[in-house]
Nanobody, 122 residues
Framework: QVQLVESGGGSVQPGESLTLSCVRS?????????MGWFRQAPGKEREGIAHIDDDGRTRYADSVKGRFTISQNAARSTLYLMMDSLKSEDTAMYYC???????????????WGQGTQVTVSS
């Protein structure tokens, strides 16, 4: 069973930066996998914002494209989300997730971290 633990959240002002980390331990049963970041703001649904697959390809939601960068270490044991030019609308709980990767798609739903809060406010 895989465990995911996020850290790095906090309170910042608009325009500032934060880097989130997600440490992965254990393993999934997936032959190939994706790792990603999701967020959920109060009163809103959880949304996927960035992910990276086993082929190294990255994808971003339009709302964060050009400002956020997803990466992982060589061992694929730690996932990062570097967030620049933060806006008030980025305020949310941020979650790390692991998914099965098949046929070019990621299938999310079974493996989530506990979340780390990001608050952007002046």
């Amino acid at each position: 069973q895989v465990q995911l633990v996020e850290s790095g959240g906090g309170s910042v002002q608009p325009g500032e930066s934060l880097t989130l980390s997600c440490v992965r331990s254990g393993s999934t049963t997936y032959r190939r996998s994706c790792m990603g970041w999701f967020r959920q703001a109060p009163g809103k649904e959880r949304e996927g914002i960035a992910h990276i697959d086993d082929d190294g390809r990255t994808r971003y939601a339009d709302s964060v494209k050009g400002r956020f960068t997803i990466s992982q270490n060589a061992a694929r044991s730690t996932l990062y989300l570097m967030m620049d030019s933060l806006k008030s609308e980025d305020t949310a709980m941020y979650y790390c997730a692991a998914a099965r990767y098949s046929g070019g798609d990621c299938y999310w739903g079974n493996h989530w971290g506990q979340g780390t809060q990001v608050t952007v406010s002046s």
